[in-house]
Every structure is written in structure tokens, then in C-alpha cells.
């Protein structure tokens, strides 16, 4: 359901870097969601397994916070790209970036899956910070 908090400080799953929630295609219902923080420690590692371990045609939503690039490791872009993301390799420091993919399943090219925006002092809405950004789209009903 859209009114269902899947990420959140309020869940206690969301912070600083790359925040993943794993969704069950079929009942819409929440498998799993985990905040990996890319400015301290070296969680690309498990970012991947995450990632790896979830179910075919389980639908990935990812959001950055703060710094999603400074630890993204080599491994971690070619797994992101190979579930579709065309901007993984441009997030930078303090971007805000927002992608969603279905394991498994090419989506079309018209569907908007991605966005990216990055901070730029003559340009943030926010002191250091970039606008929020957002998608709006369908994902397919029915997938094989």
C-alpha cells in the first residue's frame, strides 16, 4: 500500500549512504529493508549480498542519504547496474539519488526508475543539501 512507512528513522532502518527496502512483488508487503552507511566502515560487501539474497521479482527500492558514494565499491555498481540503474557511477558526494528495479525483470524504458540531483551550493534548496527528489510511475501489474 502506498500509505505503508517501508524506510524511515521511525522504523529505525534508515541513515546515512544507501537505504534498500525489498518488497514482495506479488503481495506488495515489505521483506526487508537495511540503511548501508558509504562514509564509515566498508559496507559495499554486504550491500551486495543484501542485494543478492533477495527473492526474483521482489521489487528493490533505493534511496541515498547524505553520502552514498565515498565507499560504493566496484562490486557494488556492476550489481546495481546489472538490476538497470544507468546513474550509479554518478552519484558523488551528498547526490540524491532515488531507483527502483524489479530483480529479474527488465522494466521499459519509458518507466522512470531512476533520478539522480546533486548538491551544488549555488543551487541546494537546503544549506549543503540538494531538493528532494521523487519518482511518480506504475511498476507492471503483471510480470513473468
Request: charge should be positive; charged fraction near 30%.
Amino acid at each position: 500500500r502506498s500509505s505503508d512507512l517501508l524506510i524511515g528513522e521511525k522504523k529505525n532502518n534508515a541513515g546515512r549512504g544507501i537505504n534498500i527496502a525489498i518488497i514482495n512483488y506479488d503481495t506488495g508487503k515489505a521483506i526487508d529493508a537495511k540503511t548501508f552507511d558509504m562514509w564509515e566502515g566498508e559496507f559495499s560487501g554486504p550491500m551486495v549480498t543484501f542485494i543478492k539474497n533477495a527473492p526474483e521479482r521482489s521489487i528493490l527500492l533505493m534511496a541515498t542519504h547524505d553520502d552514498g558514494a565515498t565507499r560504493l565499491s566496484e562490486e557494488a555498481k556492476k550489481t546495481i547496474e546489472q538490476l538497470g540503474s544507468k546513474e550509479i557511477r554518478n552519484i558523488r558526494f551528498r547526490s540524491g539519488w532515488v531507483f527502483v528495479a524489479i530483480k529479474g525483470v527488465p522494466l521499459t524504458k519509458n518507466l522512470q526508475k531512476e533520478k539522480i540531483i546533486h548538491s551544488d551550493n549555488n543551487k541546494n534548496r537546503y544549506a549543503g543539501w540538494p531538493a528532494e527528489i521523487q519518482l511518480q510511475d506504475c511498476l507492471p501489474k503483471n510480470i513473468k
